[in-house]
């Protein structure tokens, strides 16, 4: 789904800017931050947290715990088919794995408790072969 249609949708503005930034999000799995505001220098720093906000408020993106430093890295929720990721703790490598298994037992676990669960992030750590 274009960001326009889905900024419409959830009553949002559709701006030049939001555009601009989710193109460049698009063309991604991971990224951070940082990232944007170094290819879009033109665009404020502020406007790009607003922005990443507002996109993982109305779920364009999905936020992930994934770095070093906890920053947090972001990925487009309709791009992907929902998958959770892995990350090296020595190397940082990130790989991402299928979880409709996990997803199914996560959502039984929530309504055994009565919850209704909006959304989720697995996110696991540990040694990759390379490191090993």
């Not at 063309?27 to 290819?39: G, M, Q, V, W, Y």
């Amino acid at each position: 789904m274009k960001i326009e249609e889905v900024l419409r949708n959830n009553k949002k503005k559709v701006t030049t800017e939001r555009i601009l930034l989710a193109k460049w999000m698009d063309k991604r799995h991971l990224f951070n931050s940082s990232e944007l505001i170094k290819n879009f220098s033109n665009i404020s720093r502020a406007s790009v947290f607003r922005t990443l906000n507002l996109f993982n408020e109305i779920w364009y993106l999905r936020a992930l715990k994934l770095s070093e430093n906890w920053e947090t890295s972001y990925e487009v929720s309709h791009i992907n088919k929902h998958h959770e990721h892995m990350k090296c703790e020595k190397c940082w490598n990130v790989t991402s794995f299928d979880s409709d298994f996990l997803c199914q037992l996560i959502s039984k676990i929530s309504k055994n408790h009565s919850f209704k669960m909006t959304k989720h992030s697995i996110n696991i750590f540990w040694e990759c072969q390379s490191c090993v």
